[in-house]
């Protein structure tokens, strides 16, 4: 989904979504509430299975709306990233992947002119390793405890 083949913008709002998004700025309050609460019940869990995923925490001093949540299978983890995204697929959990993940080793960067600083492992860990659950404020705690249920199922298998 992610393969960059050309360097440019991704300018798309168009006038009816401005209008939306202007009419929504009314539920902007209870939306950033809903998914920092989504955010935070998904991170309270996956942090109790540091086995398997490295948890993470907002910046100090920060205060995020999230977008999602970030997912890293460990390197070491039973399985990988892309077995738990297909059993989650099949169970009706939606995700994402890291957008376009170690950039350098997209199409669009093939014979361009850059600098890279560092090996950028943690690059290609995210790349590899990592993919987004949503946080989205329509998300309920029943369907959060669903997601937690179709997790443990998984991981139940490589106990």
Do not use: C
């Not at 955010?39 to 869990?45: C, L, T, Y």
């Amino acid at each position: 989904k992610f393969t960059y083949s050309n360097i440019g913008y991704n300018l798309k709002a168009t006038d009816l979504q401005a209008s939306v998004g202007v009419a929504q700025m009314k539920k902007l309050e209870n939306f950033i509430l809903q998914r920092k609460h989504n955010w935070s019940e998904i991170n309270n869990f996956i942090s109790k299975k540091q086995d398997y995923f490295i948890p993470h925490t907002p910046t100090e001093d920060s205060s995020p709306s999230w977008f999602g949540y970030a997912i890293t299978v460990k390197e070491k983890a039973p399985f990988k990233r892309d077995e738990l995204i297909k059993f989650l697929n099949e169970n009706r959990i939606d995700t994402r992947l890291m957008f376009g993940g170690n950039l350098i080793k997209q199409p669009a960067y093939a014979n361009k002119n850059y600098k890279v600083v560092g090996n950028l492992e943690n690059a290609d860990i995210v790349m590899n390793n990592t993919f987004w659950i949503g946080v989205y404020p329509g998300i309920t705690d029943e369907m959060i405890d669903y997601i937690k249920q179709v997790f443990d199922k998984f991981l139940e298998s490589f106990k």
